[in-house]
């Protein structure tokens, strides 16, 4: 299937106000972008066809594939001054690079890209800003025996906060963690049919206008994930992630599992 990326948004949380700054899709974990690590996970079960809404930084996104060092992240042998890789990451990627604009919501992007579609009825899409482990086949398969028009992976909420309990006589009843609640957040990871595109107007939202929509007519399956799940919207989860990395604590790199 054809994977959607949204990866064209300002990330003002992520940003430190220093001029010329890479989006946040390209903020490092370990040697590469947090945006590879995303295309890495979908490549892993098989789905190698990118369709990029560029945005803000979209040069910085660009110039990263163009002069793209495949040595980076594989083991080669140097002979006679060349490099003979042992294996690849991106040599059967295919990769749109599109212009969406820089102040677009989620919804108008993915409206720009339809026709990079080729009219594919089911295509997988994702904010290029979360790393999971959750198992892709089974979140495809579930969606296709559903009948739904869209699959949205849902998370427990990530929050430290605690949830207070407060009866109508002022007294605390009981205090909960905010991820023990029976509550579930959008996890980023949609599988989405052209149905959706019904659902959202111009400079519309994914979310906020066609998953509402889609959830009020019954049509859209939520996909509950409790394992591995990491959001990357501010400096320090960003950091907390790339020293995972260099911890060797990488749940999210399922490739490294198979070789």
């Known amino acids: 299937m054809k994977v ?20 946040k899709p390209m903020a490092l974990v370990g040697p590469r972008p947090l945006l590879w690590h995303v295309m890495r996970y979908y490549a892993h079960f ?10 803000y930084g979209a040069h910085h996104i660009k110039d990263f594939f163009l002069g793209y060092q495949e040595a980076t992240s594989n083991d080669f042998v140097l002979r006679g001054g060349q490099v003979e890789l042992l294996s690849s990451d991106i040599s059967d990627w295919s990769i749109a690079f599109v212009q ?31 790393l999971t482990d959750a198992p892709l086949p089974d979140i495809i398969d579930r969606f296709a025996r559903s009948g739904a028009a869209a699959s949205m992976m849902v998370v427990p909420p990530s929050q430290t906060f605690h949830c207070v309990d407060v009866g109508e006589n002022g007294l605390v009843g009981g205090i909960s963690p905010v991820s023990e609640m029976p509550v ?9 049919t052209q149905e959706v595109f019904q659902h959202i107007p111009e400079n519309g939202d ?7 929509e889609l959830a009020k007519r019954g049509r859209l399956l939520a996909y509950p994930h409790r394992g591995y799940w990491r959001p990357t919207d501010t400096v320090n989860q960003r950091m907390e992630l790339d020293e995972a990395y260099s911890r060797g ?4 790199a399922l490739w490294e599992r198979s070789r």
């Open 206 to 212: 994914l979310v906020a206008d066609g998953c509402v």
């Open 100 to 130: 969406t604009g820089a102040d677009s919501p989620i919804g108008e992007r993915l409206r720009r890209v339809r026709p990079y579609l080729d009219g594919d009825e089911v295509f997988l899409a994702n904010y290029a800003d979360v």
């Open 46 to 55: 098989g789905h190698k066809e990118f369709i990029l809404c560029l945005g």
């Open 249 to 252: 604590e990488r749940p999210w």
């Open 4 to 23: 959607v990326l949204f990866c064209g948004g300002f990330g003002t949380r992520m940003r430190t106000g220093v001029p010329g700054e890479v989006p």
């Open 184 to 192: 579930w957040v959008n996890g980023g990871y949609f599988v989405l």
